[in-house]
């Protein structure tokens, strides 16, 4: 099983992604041939690939110059521009779910219509090159799952179109939504919209770096210069055993018997968009003959105070207990299959070299029946029908 594993200690953009990718071996002409197949003006654009360093780590930049006369772009405009295209079917999917996480997070900050979300002259430009030359670079590896670190929020102002915005950024800031953060770096941008987009689209998971053998190290350098780290996104490339996986999660746990419960259901959304695993209520009789509900949730190690805090906080309760748990977790990897509503994403679940199960991956599935209006039950009907046989 071959494992890509985001080291996100300074940050993510979108040309920090191509660029570590580059280093970690893709040949430059995958990126380049990508963005060549779309629709764009070869004249509007360049790129170039250079060796630089960031405070002693020699790394990659992938770099972009736009010319400044550039259209807006809708986001109805640009998904056609990539289903038009001559990609192939898997950079296609790739890039179409990050796009469309994009939109989807500035149609709430902005409260539009997600066909009417429009990207701006040179910034939309950039996002397609840095967002179909990720897709592309990944497709070439063929990962079968991808990992993230937290993400550091960063802090102070950015400059953008609709003029001076806090860090993160809105979009950002809503694209981080279910990943785990940090406060532990620096002022400044640190995560980009493009670089959350990526991760927001295709991460499977998200903590410490899974159990594997490590096989390959890029290093993508952002533009800017941070006084506290080298500004490096750092990618590690791995093999992993494909029979059942281990890990160490944290489990906490609760009695509430004295709640409103129509706020039961409010928790567990957030304890989910805090980054839970998981979070679930079972029934119980408690002292006084009272019924009640047991909350448990299942974290990351590094994730249980943040949201044992939070259980308290918003629930009645006014203790928590928790303890480490072991896992043993079947193994899992993403494919394209294909449908008659085009190639589809699902998740492949294996014991060993046995398949147990093909289901539906639903940011897939949801895209598609936002594209084609469709009801999403029906939409995994359908996947479920022709994709779905192991």
């Given at each position: 099983m071959k494992i890509l594993y985001f080291d996100c200690f300074a940050g993510i953009a979108g040309d920090m992604t191509v660029a570590a990718l580059l280093d970690l071996g893709v040949p430059f002409e995958v990126v380049r041939e990508a963005v060549e197949s779309l629709p764009l003006p070869r004249s509007s654009y360049s790129l170039a690939v250079e060796r630089t360093s960031r405070k002693g780590i020699a790394a990659t930049?992938?770099?972009?110059?736009?010319?400044e006369h550039q259209p807006h772009r809708h986001y109805a405009g640009i998904a056609a521009m990539i289903e038009e295209s001559t990609l192939p079917e898997g950079v296609k999917d790739k890039a179409q779910r990050i796009f469309f996480r994009l939109a989807e997070a500035e149609a709430k900050v902005h409260g539009v219509d997600i066909e009417r979300v429009h990207f701006h002259e040179v910034g939309a430009v950039?996002?397609?090159?840095?967002?179909?030359?990720?897709?592309?670079?990944?497709e070439w590896f063929g990962v079968d799952a991808i990992h993230g670190a937290p993400l550091p929020l960063g802090s102070g102002f950015v400059e953008t179109a609709h003029g001076r915005l806090p860090v993160p950024a809105p979009a950002t800031a809503e694209l981080l939504r279910g990943i785990p953060v940090h406060g532990e770096a620096g002022a400044g941008e640190r995560v980009t919209p493009t670089g959350a987009a990526i991760l927001a689209a295709l991460a499977d998971g998200f903590g410490r770096a899974p159990a594997m053998t490590v096989?390959?190290?890029?290093c993508g350098a952002g533009t800017k210069d941070f006084d506290d780290m080298p500004n490096v996104l750092r990618l590690f490339l791995g093999e992993a055993d494909s029979g059942l996986q281990r890990d160490e999660v944290a489990v906490i746990e609760t009695h509430i018997d004295d709640m409103n419960p129509e706020i039961l259901g409010h928790v567990l959304e957030r304890l989910m968009e805090a980054g839970a695993l998981d979070a679930a209520y079972s029934p119980l009789q408690m002292k006084k003959n009272r019924p009640a509900v047991k909350l448990t949730v299942i974290a990351r190690p590094e994730g249980r105070d943040e949201l044992a805090s939070l259980v308290l906080r918003e629930t009645s309760a006014i203790g928590v207990r928790f303890y480490p748990a072991a896992r043993l977790k079947l193994a899992r990897e993403k494919e394209e299959r294909p449908t008659s509503l085009g190639a589809v994403t699902v998740k492949?679940?294996?014991?060993?070299?046995?398949?147990v199960r093909v289901t539906p991956e639903y940011d897939a599935c949801r895209r598609i029946a936002a594209e084609r209006g469709m009801p999403l039950l029906e939409v995994y009907r359908i996947v479920e029908r022709e994709a779905g046989q192991p």
């Open positions: 930049r992938f770099v972009v110059h736009v010319e950039d996002s397609i090159i840095d967002i179909v030359g990720a897709a592309a670079a990944l096989t390959g190290i890029g492949v679940i294996r014991d060993g070299e046995t398949v």
